[in-house]
């Protein structure tokens, strides 16, 4: 969801977020979900997905604002 309209483009997601900044209707919150395919093993899975998440931290709080 971005600015209240559901989309997996990424060029449309900008259109929409620029859209609310521009009539200042942006709510200020931030999603941002990971999963694991069906891994047949799934420790090694996991811990990719936190090796990813340990790299990923400081763009992903800056991207939302954060840190």
Same mark, same amino acid.
């Given at each position: 969801m971005v600015a209240g309209q559901s989309t997996a483009n990424p060029l449309l997601a900008k259109l929409?977020? @620029?859209r609310a900044r521009v009539l200042r209707t942006s709510g200020? *919150?931030?999603l941002i979900?990971? @999963?694991i395919d069906n891994a047949e093993d799934i420790?090694? *899975?996991s *811990?990719?997905?936190q090796e990813f998440?340990?790299?990923a931290r400081r763009p992903l709080? @800056?991207?939302v604002g954060g840190e």
């Open positions: 929409y977020e @620029a200020g *919150a931030a979900a990971l @999963a420790q090694r *899975a *811990a990719r997905l998440l340990i790299a709080n @800056a991207s």
